[in-house]
């Protein structure tokens, strides 16, 4: 039994060989689905229910694309910009704005008003309100 436990340890690591593995998004993902399918069961409404369902099969399949996605950079590339947004979120000192002209990220402190902005990366001079 152990033999067997084992040599399907080694199939399922030269399986996972060369693809993404899992990441926050992914984690993420998964818990969108599974909430998606615990909503959809306690739905009383079938339609409802019905498209609860679908979202919770679209999560997960996008979840598991992703974990066995040969493509890593994009995969990798997906999960940073996750990140990035999570941590926007959680910066409530900092709004951030697109450069009008380059869509460089800009980030300004909060609560000052109307002010003018300099894009770091092309200089281009725009105002807005933080
Ligand atoms: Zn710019």
Request: aromatic share 14%; proline share 2%; with cysteine.
């Given at each position: 039994?152990?033999?067997?436990?084992?040599?399907?340890?080694?199939?399922?690591?030269?399986?996972?060989?060369?693809?993404?593995?899992?990441?926050?998004?992914?984690?993420?993902?998964?818990?969108?689905?599974?909430?998606?399918?615990?909503?959809?069961?306690?739905?009383?409404?079938?339609t409802?229910s019905?498209?609860?369902?679908?979202?919770?099969?679209?999560?997960?399949?996008?979840?598991?694309?992703?974990?066995f996605?040969?493509?890593?950079?994009?995969?990798?590339?997906?999960?940073?910009?996750?990140?990035?947004?999570?941590?926007?979120?959680?910066?409530?000192?900092?709004?951030?704005f697109?450069?009008?002209?380059?869509?460089?990220?800009?980030?300004?402190?909060?609560?000052?008003?109307?002010?003018?902005?300099?894009?770091p990366?092309?200089?281009?001079?725009f105002?807005?309100?933080?």
């Amino acid at each position: 039994m152990k033999k067997l436990g084992q040599r399907f340890s080694v199939a399922f690591r030269r399986f996972m060989t060369g693809r993404y593995g899992t990441d926050k998004l992914n984690t993420l993902l998964l818990g969108l689905g599974l909430a998606s399918c615990l909503i959809g069961a306690f739905m009383g409404n079938d339609t409802l229910s019905l498209i609860f369902s679908f979202l919770a099969y679209g999560f997960m399949l996008l979840s598991l694309f992703r974990c066995f996605s040969r493509n890593t950079y994009k995969r990798y590339r997906e999960n940073r910009k996750y990140m990035l947004l999570l941590e926007r979120i959680r910066d409530r000192k900092h709004r951030y704005f697109s450069c009008p002209r380059c869509r460089q990220t800009v980030r300004v402190p909060k609560g000052k008003g109307k002010i003018a902005i300099t894009c770091p990366k092309c200089k281009e001079k725009f105002t807005k309100k933080t």
